[in-house]
């Protein structure tokens, strides 16, 4: 039997190679004889340089960028061929912001990242986004790739009150925003509603917070605004597609990147994985993508998650044929303090399930 193995990362816990990896070390103790395929997953968010990178080669520049408070952090540029691959977590990440200060939090250091990977020789730049703890539209990426303004562009959101008039950079390079969500800049489903909260956000700030972008758009473009994915990291994708960028759903461009419909093709199994699988799954993340094209193949697919949060009438339309929750199969303790080993024990108990 060959299995394909195509998981996200585990946020905060497994990166998709290592969650990759759990699996297959799991599935091999009940199923020896089995052929597994390891393609490890990204939507655009965290991991997506490590997962192209593995499947594409190139050459790794490591550099360090300004972080969401202005503090020093590591990155690295993906330069395969002339395309350079960033992502935007490495500079502005939830990790880094801690869920914190949000409203003073900036994006300058992305920019850092676009204008790095330029001068390493890139005429397309590829920006995973996803993961973000910044909610500034993008203002910090335009000041670090020249934009100026008559309010600070690189101090957040919060600098953004009373913003009239904007200059733009131009840049000799092809952008593509590799995005995981298609909302717009503002409004009921735009950055600040739909993620301020988990970024640190307070309920009673949000309509304050959407305003502050509101101005942000009038200063700018508000058509732009109105753009599938320009609320994508906190209106990130607004400020690229205001210097000309494409979009392209992360979870396709990783697809295409892996060769994932020919390998999904080749096997009898297609076994994905994330964090938490929940409605949010339909919106562009990995598990959808990947049963997407196991279901174009006419493969089976399973899901193995840290927590399962949908029934399963709603687990069988985003095309997964059976979910396992770690938490659920080994415990909170058990999956928190040991991911690695908790998944690979889920893996050996869905092998001895699926495993022909």
């Given at each position: 039997m060959r299995v394909l193995v195509a998981p996200d990362s585990f946020a905060g816990t497994l990166s998709a190679v290592e969650a990759a990896d759990a699996i297959a070390a799991g599935w091999r103790r009940h199923a020896v004889d089995d052929v597994l395929d390891l393609a490890p997953m990204s939507d655009g968010g965290p991991g997506f340089v490590d997962v192209l990178h593995a499947a594409l080669g190139g050459e790794l520049e490591p550099v360090v960028v300004s972080g969401p408070f202005g503090d020093p952090v590591p990155a690295t540029v993906l330069l395969a061929g002339h395309t350079g691959y960033v992502e935007s977590s490495q500079a502005c990440g939830l990790q880094l912001?801690?869920?914190?200060?949000?409203?003073?939090?900036?994006?300058?250091?992305?920019?850092?990242?676009?204008?790095?990977?330029?001068?390493?020789?890139?005429?397309?730049?590829?920006?995973?986004?996803?993961?973000?703890?910044?909610?500034?539209?993008?203002?910090?990426?335009?000041?670090?790739?020249?934009?100026?303004a008559d309010r600070p562009l690189d101090r957040g959101v919060a600098a953004l009150e009373g913003i009239s008039s904007v200059q733009l950079p131009e840049l000799a390079v092809e952008l593509v925003a590799a995005s995981d969500v298609e909302s717009a800049l503002t409004g009921l489903f735009g950055a600040t509603k739909s993620s301020g909260p988990q970024k640190g956000i307070p309920e009673e700030r949000l309509p304050a917070v959407d305003g502050l972008l509101e101005d942000w758009a009038a200063a700018t473009d508000r058509r732009t605004a109105l753009a599938k994915g320009a609320g994508a990291a906190g209106g990130l994708g607004f400020a690229l597609f205001l210097l000309g960028a494409t979009r392209e759903p992360g979870i396709d461009l990783v697809a295409g990147a892996v060769d994932l419909h020919r390998r999904a093709r080749e096997a009898d199994l297609v076994v994905t994985g994330e964090g938490a699988f929940d409605f949010s799954s339909r919106s562009g993340k990995v598990p959808y993508g990947v049963a997407a094209v196991a279901a174009e193949a006419l493969r089976p697919c399973v899901a193995l998650a840290g927590q399962v949060l949908v029934g399963s009438r709603e687990m069988r339309a985003l095309g997964i044929e059976s979910a396992y929750s770690l938490v659920d199969m080994v415990g909170e303790e058990r999956a928190f303090g040991d991911p690695s080993g908790a998944l690979a024990d889920v893996a050996a108990r869905v092998a001895r399930s699926w495993s022909a």
């Open positions: 912001t801690g869920g914190e200060r949000a409203e003073h939090a900036t994006t300058f250091g992305v920019g850092e990242l676009v204008a790095a990977a330029v001068a390493a020789g890139a005429t397309r730049v590829v920006v995973g986004l996803g993961g973000s703890g910044t909610n500034d539209g993008g203002a910090g990426l335009l000041a670090a790739l020249g934009a100026t």
